[in-house]
């Protein structure tokens, strides 16, 4: 390993071995403004130059294009990368806008079918249930997902927004290598029973939005006045009117802790939360998303960062001042269920 490539973690006790930081790919053609696919695409070839190797995409974004878009890519580098993607959000074809979420036997396997098509594979790495319908026993879902273990489909299982104790039952019916959740200096609820669950049950971790969606970089300061008109962030409580004033104040002592080590803000972000591994005992890759190479370079420098207990201290207060939900409806995230 040369000083410019990440080091690695284990997803899960039987998972497979990646780099200690992966790339959220949603934005590359989903949810974010405009997008450049050739900028995009040199953003993929530079990432597993530095050691990522997690790949984290869904069939919901983009309706399925973000899938299709990653493929190529994949298909080149298929003994190199760790395919995840996920089911759950349904999109009703007259309301491309919307989204139900299932969990239900049949939607699960026309769902898989429809991934490894547009994947363009034959197996799925990491398949996750991207969101809890409350209506299925999580142990009758995952029992669904196992069988696609069971049937070469699949090779791992995972998570997302999930309460400790669903995780527990859920790790009842089949290992699970991951649970993926919003983890950042802005957002810990996770922290009082999913992470002790994880820790628990040799489960890894996997924060997505570890930036804050790009609040905590510093790039924008209310989503309303400096997004674009397609980018949800300016549907986020967080981002926008009061909110966003108030939460761009937080951002102070992260801009001390970065002045310190001559870092960005973002890396500071980022080397915090890749420090929960050790400050809470288990394995924590967080997928942090971007369109640009040098992006993807600031951030995996992130790991080169430790911080001091002065540091850790400096940022601890932070969450609890946050002002607004991470999203205007919080019921189907495991917050909203604990």
């Not at 962030?233 to 761009?248: E, V």
């Not at 939360?273 to 997928?287: D, F, K, M, T």
């Not at 001042?321 to 999203?327: E, I, L, Q």
């Amino acid at each position: 390993m040369t000083d410019s490539t990440i080091p690695t973690a284990r997803l899960g006790d039987d998972g497979p071995e990646v780099g200690v930081q992966g790339l959220g790919c949603m934005g590359m053609s989903f949810a974010y403004g405009p997008t450049d696919t050739d900028a995009s695409r040199a953003t993929l070839e530079r990432a597993l130059e530095l050691g990522v190797t997690l790949y984290d995409t869904a069939d919901a974004y983009g309706a399925g294009e973000n899938e299709r878009f990653l493929a190529p890519f994949f298909g080149a580098h298929r003994e190199e990368v760790v395919v995840a993607t996920k089911f759950a959000l349904s999109i009703p074809p007259d309301e491309p806008t919307r989204r139900i979420i299932r969990n239900d036997a049949p939607y699960i396997r026309d769902a898989v079918e429809a991934s490894l098509r547009r994947l363009d594979l034959d197996v799925i790495d990491l398949y996750y249930m991207h969101r809890r319908d409350v209506n299925v026993p999580i142990e009758e879902t995952v029992g669904v997902m196992a069988d696609l273990v069971r049937e070469g489909k699949v090779k791992h299982l995972g998570l997302s927004e999930v309460t400790g104790e669903e995780l527990r039952a859920a790790q009842a019916v089949h290992p699970i290598a991951a649970v993926q959740s919003e983890w950042s200096l802005f957002s810990r609820d996770i922290e009082a029973g999913v992470v002790p669950a994880a820790r628990e049950l040799g489960v890894a971790l996997v924060p997505y939005s570890p930036l804050g969606r790009g609040f905590l970089t510093g790039s924008f300061a209310d989503a309303e006045q400096d997004l674009t008109q397609g980018d949800f962030r300016r549907q986020q409580p967080r981002f926008t009117g009061d909110n966003a004033a108030a939460n761009a104040a937080l951002l102070a002592p992260v801009r001390t802790v970065a002045e310190a080590h001559g870092a960005t803000l973002g890396q500071i972000a980022l080397a915090w939360v890749q420090q929960r591994a050790r400050v809470h005992g288990l394995p924590v890759i967080p997928i942090p998303g971007t369109r640009k190479p040098t992006r993807v370079e600031e951030n995996t420098g992130a790991t080169r960062i430790v911080l001091t207990e002065d540091e850790l201290s400096l940022l601890e207060p932070i969450a609890e001042k946050v002002a607004g939900d991470r999203y205007a409806d919080m019921t189907f995230t495991s917050a909203g269920r604990e």
